[in-house]
């Protein structure tokens, strides 16, 4: 059984009889009814996507997948295409597939990713909780607006988009935590 505090991106529950994996952590609200965590999950037989808003403390039966090491070997448009470390078989995933992780992986990176099938069916990825990337784009801090924990977007060399501090600059090398995409450090290479 899996609470509904513990669930991530990347894990997989039932939910109505069916398998679902989360895709995106949408956030969660308090309320007079008590906590709601909002998640973007994807049916595993179907292939659909939807939102869910799951009221803490419920709990579901966990999804039992098989994991396998890969390593991604090109990126197609919105196609992923990984090597089983093991076999050398081809996996290919869609961005739909990987949810938020795909803006975290680029083939040039020397990072240890894992495959998710559900029943012979490659179905997501597990990546580190810690990646580095590097800032293209991103607004300059102004100085002496510092108030609080101040944030402005700001655009990966993978073309996502992430909320980082004032003092961050482009072609800065940042750390971000894969669960929620937030940043977590200035990288220290």
Known sequence: MISTNEIRVGSAFMYENAPFI???????K??????????????????STQDLGLDAGEKFDEVELVEKTVALSYVDGDDFHFMDQETYDEVLLTKEDLGDNAGYISPDDEMEIKITYYEDKAVGVKLPVKVTRTITYCEPGVKGDTSG?????????????????????????????????????????
């Not at 989360?22 to 969660?28: I, K």
């Not at 003092?167 to 750390?175: A, G, H, L, M, Q």
């Open 22 to 28: 989360v895709q995106r952590m949408l956030g969660q």
């Open 30 to 47: 308090g309320g007079r009814a008590g906590m709601v965590t909002n998640l973007r999950v994807k049916n595993i037989l179907t292939g």
């Open 149 to 189: 924990k101040s944030l402005k977007p700001a655009t990966l060399d993978t073309g996502a988009e992430v909320k980082v501090p004032l003092f961050c600059n482009i072609d800065d090398r940042i750390v971000i935590d894969t669960r929620d995409g937030s940043f977590v450090e200035r990288a220290k290479d």
